[in-house]
């Protein structure tokens, strides 16, 4: 129940293009969703987060929008540069009497030029 | 502001072996978390101190332990190393164990 599930496992996508990931949760005492992007050699940087009472949040060309009901969030990368380049984790914080994050798998994503 | 620092950034050691790895939260973070990141198993939360205290812990053998100073700097060690311990080792620091800041990492090569 502590599991996080992200896909796809990678994505290739032209720059301009829209990188989408998505990521499906199932513990309900989950209450913060972070977003991490990860270079090589690097530690993994927040990028974004949103609580599950919003719908949506946007920071410059990402967007997270969360559906509670279904239990999935997703990342919305708009007009996609090749500098974005990375591993994307997802992200889920919270359950009983834990504050650790459970992280998804990861998407390794690519911008083509 | 500066990050978090981990040190060693790498280093070697031979099974059977014990290794000690630091982590210099951001000044003001009193919450040092330690994860570990492999290509198998991703990342894997190994503990979390808050004001020298461990408040939570993941699921990983006696052999992992960490500690904090009244500093806030922490420590993790593995004893008696296994090839399955060759991982990158990632510290994180944060105000209330909420929003996590990493540091870049010490990675462990166990031959």
């Known amino acids: 129940q502590q599991q996080v599930k992200q896909s796809p496992q990678s994505l290739i996508v032209q720059k301009g293009g829209i990188s989408i990931i998505n990521c499906a949760y199932e513990n309900t005492a989950f209450d913060y969703f972070p977003w991490y992007q990860q270079f090589p050699g690097k530690g993994p940087a927040l990028l974004i987060a949103?609580?599950?009472?919003?719908s949506e949040k946007k920071e410059g060309r990402f967007t997270i929008s969360f559906n509670k009901s279904a239990k999935q969030f997703s990342l919305h990368i708009m007009d996609s540069q090749p500098g974005d380049s990375a591993t994307y984790f997802c992200?889920?914080?919270?359950?009983?009497?834990?504050?650790?994050?459970?992280f998804g798998s990861g998407t390794r994503l690519q911008v083509q030029p | 502001k500066a990050g978090v620092t981990q040190t060693p950034r790498y280093l070697i050691k031979t099974r059977g072996q014990q290794v000690t790895l630091s982590c210099s939260p951001i000044?003001?973070?009193?919450?040092v978390s330690w994860y570990q990141q492999t290509p198998g198993q991703g990342l894997q939360f190994l503990f979390e101190?808050?004001?020298?205290?461990?408040?939570n812990k993941g699921n990983f053998p006696g052999r992992f332990s960490g500690r904090q100073f009244s500093n806030s700097r922490s420590e993790m060690n593995v004893s008696t190393l296994e090839l399955g311990d060759s991982a990158l080792y990632l510290c994180?620091?944060?105000?209330?164990?909420?929003?996590?800041?990493f540091g870049e990492g010490s990675r462990l090569t166990v031959l």
């Open positions: 000044s003001g973070h009193r919450s």
């Open positions: 994180a620091s944060s105000l209330e164990a909420v929003e996590l800041f």
């Open positions: 949103i609580r599950p009472d919003v």
């Open positions: 992200a889920a914080l919270g359950g009983t009497g834990r504050r650790a994050l459970t």
């Open positions: 101190y808050f004001s020298e205290t461990q408040r």
